[in-house]
């Protein structure tokens, strides 16, 4: 554990400094209905600093990062698109995508993405809130990104246990996976993010530290992914490694700053 440590590291000739500090939720004990709370207030809070208003004419996409606890540890639900999709294929990502003129809303257009691409009806998800600003993608789209903690499916609204109870894990096993957009999905633990083997310091837009996170070891059968020729599918991230970076890195680092993770 890297709390109260200070991180110094090159990257792209400038010095990154970022204190990683205590944890406003536990990394390593599973979600509870308080911890959800206390991410959900902090949410709150951050976006009342935060409000980026809506350019017309500009084309939007929502993203979902997916809370959720996988046998008991606290994580986020993470996709590797599939090797023969247009844009980002091969790259970890979160579920989510453009936003239709059907869609109600934003966060509407992030969980139509979200069931269709891994499965999880919207009744599965409790939404804690948007944060951001939310960034341009290299394809030109607005992306805005919205954080929810999913439920195993029918167990939602059911839990009435104490604050600090551990809520109910999913089973990757149990996810109706698009494989026509996802090649695999995975469990990031929170833990990584302060774990000095995965964290490695990078620019977003060549002007904002963060972190990217290796998470080669955690996708199963990343080598030639769902694609019989058994090419691989994977790519993204620097020396062969495939890494949690660009906009899905940038993201998740701005979440851990939320969290005081990183500060």
Same mark, same amino acid.
Not at 40 to 50: G, R
Not at 57 to 61: F, L, M, Q, R, T
């Given at each position: 554990?890297?709390?109260?440590?200070?991180?110094?590291?090159?990257?792209?000739?400038?010095?990154?400094?970022i204190?990683?500090?205590?944890?406003?939720?536990?990394?390593?004990?599973?979600?509870?209905?308080?911890?959800?709370r206390?991410?959900?207030?902090?949410?709150?809070?951050?976006?009342?600093?935060?409000?980026t208003?809506v350019?017309p004419?500009?084309?939007?996409?929502a993203?979902?990062v997916?809370?959720?606890?996988?046998?008991?540890?606290?994580?986020?639900?993470l996709?590797?698109?599939?090797?023969?999709?247009?844009?980002?294929?091969?790259e970890? #990502?979160?579920? $989510?995508? &453009? +936003?239709? @003129?059907?869609?109600a809303?934003?966060?509407?257009?992030a969980?139509?993405? %979200?069931q269709?691409?891994?499965?999880?009806?919207?009744?599965?998800?409790?939404?804690?809130?948007?944060?951001?600003?939310?960034e341009? #993608?290299l394809? $030109?789209? &607005? +992306?805005? @990104?919205?954080v929810?903690?999913?439920?195993p499916?029918?167990?939602?609204h %059911?839990d009435?246990?104490?604050?600090?109870?551990?809520?109910?894990?999913i089973?990757?096993?149990?996810l109706?996976?698009s494989?026509a957009e996802?090649?695999?999905?995975?469990?990031? @633990?929170?833990?990584?993010?302060?774990s000095?083997?995965?964290?490695?310091?990078?620019?977003?837009?060549?002007a904002?530290?963060?972190?990217?996170?290796?998470?080669?070891?955690?996708?199963?059968?990343?080598e030639g992914?769902?694609?019989?020729?058994?090419h691989?599918e994977?790519?993204?991230?620097?020396?062969?490694?495939?890494?949690?970076?660009?906009?899905t890195g940038?993201?998740?680092?701005?979440?851990?700053?939320?969290?005081k993770?990183?500060?």
């Open positions: 554990m890297l709390s109260r440590t200070l991180i110094t590291a090159a990257a792209h000739a400038s010095t990154l400094h204190q990683l500090s205590t944890s406003i939720i536990s990394l390593t004990s599973p979600f509870t209905r308080g911890s959800l206390t991410l959900q207030d902090a949410i709150i809070a951050h976006a009342t600093t935060s409000k208003p350019t004419g500009e084309v939007n996409a993203v979902l997916p809370l959720c606890n996988v046998d008991g540890v606290p994580g986020v639900l996709e590797l698109r599939g090797g023969k999709l247009r844009s980002h294929a091969g970890v #990502s979160f579920p $989510g995508g &453009r +936003v239709d @003129p059907a869609d809303s934003f966060l509407a257009a969980l139509r993405e %979200t269709e691409e891994v499965g999880l009806d919207h009744r599965q998800i409790d939404i804690l809130g948007q944060f951001g600003p939310p341009q #993608s394809m $030109g789209l &607005r +992306v805005w @990104p919205y929810g903690f999913v439920y499916r029918g167990s939602h %059911t009435t246990g104490a604050l600090d109870d551990p809520l109910p894990s089973s990757l096993s149990s109706r996976i494989q996802v090649a695999t999905v995975f469990h990031l @633990p929170l833990s990584a993010f302060t000095p083997v995965r964290i490695r310091p990078d620019m977003f837009r060549a904002s530290p963060y972190w990217a996170i290796d998470v080669s070891d955690l996708v199963e059968g990343s992914v769902n694609d019989p020729s058994g691989s994977v790519s993204g991230g620097k020396e062969g490694r495939l890494e949690v970076w660009g906009l940038w993201y998740m680092s701005l979440l851990m700053r939320i969290l993770v990183y500060t």
